[in-house]
């Protein structure tokens, strides 16, 4: 790899370490909201995932030449990497309280109803307008605030799914965004909202 | 208080713990990719706030009268509020890699654009329809997909603010949100879009 490669490679690994901790720590909040084990399973494999990465870029910040200036530089990103992963981590430990299987106390599912952003699950019918639809077609972030962050078909997660993954009848979609958007992304999964 | 209020009390800080650990995520980041020591010191704060916080909620579970099968339960809630505090802690370490002054590499500022949601920081002209408005009347977040996350005033900055915030000229003001509304939002700040 050229220098030039491997500055390149530098920064797409630093935007994946930033997305991917930042997905940890919905995940890891939509796990302990739902009491799902399989959405904490998740953000205990990413961190794996995220100690790989760190390893990466370290040996990869470490290999590219560079004077005596700029190797503060580099010691900023090594530091950097550093941190992103202590904040997997502390997902990953969230995560192992809903592994742990101790009974969810009551409260706890209704932070979720009071937070301004709010995480919303749906399972998709096969009369929904979104059957058949690309995540890019429906741009639900777009038009009604809701990222979508995770699907879930034949039992098996995707996380932080591509823009063209196309949404099927029977797809659970766990999304993020705003409350406003919320109910209108329930009615248009349900099939009671055809157009928006 | 009886221990119905406990319960709200209890609620109340659970939904506190959660907003502003995923505020300082949000702050740590931001704080890196504009290299502000401002927002990093406000993450020391919040570190602080959320310190006295968990002990909050733990001198408070404590308190109230349970059986012996509702006690996991609680146990549910420290072990919860001890993962959101290491959270903080995570975002508090990043924070102190901007404040110990290392500089920045050039490669980090990338990071933000390349993300799918971003961090925005606009200045209200005095010309922008955003002046004399609350945060309610805007509904950035409704309409453009931007959360408003920090308003600097004066050198001051206020995080997480109030629905009743009405902006003024010179405010400066960081957002949430999807790349889509970022374009809209500089226009709206600059007075260059005057509908939307």
Redesign the interface.
């Known amino acids: 790899m050229s220098v030039e490669e491997k500055?390149v490679s530098?920064?797409e690994m630093?935007?994946d370490l930033?997305?991917t901790?930042?997905l940890m720590?919905d995940l890891?909040?939509s796990a302990?909201i739902f009491g799902s084990k399989e959405i904490a399973k998740e953000v205990v494999r990413l961190e794996d995932y995220v100690d790989e990465l760190r390893t990466k870029i370290e040996l990869t910040a470490l290999s590219i030449p560079r004077s005596i200036e700029e190797s503060?530089?580099?010691?900023?990103?090594i530091?950097?990497s550093?941190?992103?992963e202590?904040?997997a981590?502390?997902?990953h430990?969230?995560a192992?309280?809903v592994l742990?299987g101790?009974?969810?106390?009551?409260?706890?599912p209704?932070?979720e109803t009071?937070?301004?952003?709010t995480i919303t699950r749906v399972k998709v019918s096969e009369k929904s307008v979104m059957v058949g639809k690309t995540l890019e077609e429906l741009d639900l972030?777009?038009k009604i605030?809701q990222?979508t962050i995770a699907i879930q078909r034949n039992g098996k997660w995707t996380y932080n799914p591509d823009k063209d993954t196309v949404l099927r009848a029977n797809d659970i979609i766990i999304t993020r965004g705003?409350a406003?958007?919320k109910k209108m992304l329930k009615d248009l999964a349900s099939g009671a909202l055809t157009k928006f």
Request: charged share 25%.
């Open positions: 500055f530098l920064e630093l935007v930033k997305n901790t930042e720590i890891a909040y302990l503060r530089e580099f010691l900023t990103l530091r950097v550093t941190a992103a202590e904040i981590d502390a997902a430990h969230l192992m309280v742990k101790a009974i969810p106390h009551p409260i706890l209704l932070t009071e937070t301004e952003e972030a777009g605030g990222r705003f406003a958007g």
